[in-house]
């Protein structure tokens, strides 16, 4: 079974700039998450998604942050404009329903100069 | 809202040695979750307890909770290298109880 898949892996931009990330989720999950781990914490829960509806995003700086998951599949979670304190590793996970265990993609790691 | 703390934060030990790791949680929840995460990997699912009393062993590695304090616990036993790793806890939570809240994670350092 294919796991959770994530592009890309690594992008550098300036701040001010624009970046997007990608998720595929696990085939027939149907929930989605997207977390923000800053070096040496954990994860933090930005938005959950079921099936193509947002469950919570109480977490998301929506100033900034947008995300959308249009066909209850693949999931785009973007960032406009980026600040220097974005840098992170932006994880999608993915679980088949709720209060299931959530597995977790390789990460995008984001450096915003 | 949810505060989740694991302690220690670093973990430096020996091979053959036992040793535990501590998460402790702020408010009632009946999930907790551990995973591991190797240096520039994703998070890899080890446990999930699921009620008070719950114990589950893998290997090496045993976990426990305790929803009446608010504590699960992850036990080495025997540690070899392999373990070397940072293990973070996640206390679920949220209306639907699918929220996840993790812990700063224990980076553990096994020596040969």
């Known amino acids: 079974e294919a796991g959770v898949a994530q592009s890309p892996r690594y992008k550098i931009i300036e701040k001010r700039q624009s970046v997007a990330f990608w998720c595929n989720p696990i085939s027939g999950h149907a929930t989605l998450y997207w977390y923000q781990q800053i070096l040496g914490q954990g994860p933090k829960l930005l938005i959950q998604f079921q099936n193509n509806g947002v469950v919570d995003d109480s977490q998301l700086p929506k100033d900034r942050f947008s995300a959308e998951r249009l066909k209850g599949v693949d999931s785009t979670l973007k960032i406009q404009p980026a600040k220097l304190e974005d840098s992170a590793v932006y994880l999608c996970?993915?679980?088949?329903?709720?209060?299931?265990?959530?597995?977790f993609g390789p990460g995008t790691r984001l450096l915003v100069l | 809202e949810l505060k989740v703390e694991q302690n220690p934060l670093f973990l430096s030990m020996q091979e053959g040695k036992n040793y535990t790791i501590y998460c402790n949680y702020s408010?009632?929840?009946?999930?907790l979750y551990w995973y591991r995460q190797d240096p520039g990997k994703s998070l890899e699912s080890l446990f999930v307890l699921l009620s008070n009393g719950a114990v589950k062993q893998e290997g090496r590695l045993m976990a426990s909770l305790d929803t009446k304090a608010r504590l699960s616990t992850l036990h080495i036993t025997a540690a070899v290298h392999d373990l070397s790793a940072t293990y973070f806890c996640a206390v679920a939570s949220g209306n639907a109880g699918n929220m996840l809240t993790f812990g700063g994670g224990t980076r553990l350092m096994v020596k040969p």
């Open positions: 408010t009632t929840s009946d999930r």
């Open positions: 996970a993915s679980s088949l329903r709720f209060m299931e265990t959530q597995y």
